[in-house]
């Protein structure tokens, strides 16, 4: 299994980004998706969720600006970000759990203010 994430960067308070997560080594359709954070100092938390059928699920604090996708054909899940705030900084992974949570390297967002 190979999670490869990309787009993350440095960003100005409001800004946005788009993350993407390709998918390798699993039936990509089939399985729910996931991107979580890790702040500095902090636990890995869980940000949005996307099922197979395309069901979604977001953590409070990014409710309403953020939107997690999926493209089965491209085997690949993002992670649209908008009006961002300091408080997302923190590296974000890509997930899936198969027989166990499988994790992509991260891809660091700074967002200043």
């Known amino acids: 299994v190979q999670l490869q994430a990309s787009g993350g960067g440095l960003v100005q308070a409001g800004g946005c980004l788009r993350l993407?997560?390709?998918?390798?080594?699993?039936?990509?359709?089939?399985?729910?998706m996931a991107w979580y954070r890790q702040a500095p100092g902090s636990e890995r938390e869980v940000v949005a969720s996307?099922?197979?059928?395309?069901?979604?699920t977001y953590a409070e604090s990014v409710k309403g600006r953020f939107t997690i996708s999926r493209d089965n054909a491209r085997r690949t899940v993002y992670l649209q970000m908008n009006s961002l705030t300091p408080d997302d900084t923190a590296v974000y992974y890509c997930?899936?759990?198969?027989?166990?949570?499988?994790w992509g390297r991260g891809t660091l967002v700074t967002v200043s203010s």
């Open positions: 996307i099922t197979s059928g395309g069901g979604t």
């Open positions: 993407s997560c390709k998918a390798s080594g699993i039936n990509f359709s089939i399985n729910t």
């Open positions: 997930n899936v759990r198969l027989n166990r949570n499988f």
